[in-house]
């Protein structure tokens, strides 16, 4: 599937559904770029201020997606 992501993710061996909504509660997401990625194994997560949260479980890692509407 192609998500519109940002540039920014979190690994996920360290890290809970829970860090990553933190994570995107605190992050500056207007200076982050974003670009389409073809990622295979994307679960939502949770929408947090305008920002979906996705686990890519194939890989282990939370990638970040702005709401769409």
């Given at each position: 599937m192609i998500y519109n992501t940002f540039d920014a993710i979190l690994e996920g061996y360290d890290n809970t559904p829970d860090t990553a909504r933190d994570y995107a509660r605190g992050m500056v997401w207007c200076e982050a770029e974003t670009r389409e990625s073809s990622i295979k194994y994307g679960r939502y997560v949770d929408t947090v201020d305008g920002i979906e949260i996705y686990y890519d479980y194939?890989?282990?890692?939370?990638?970040?997606?702005p709401e769409e509407v």
């Open positions: 194939g890989a282990d890692y939370y990638f970040f997606c």
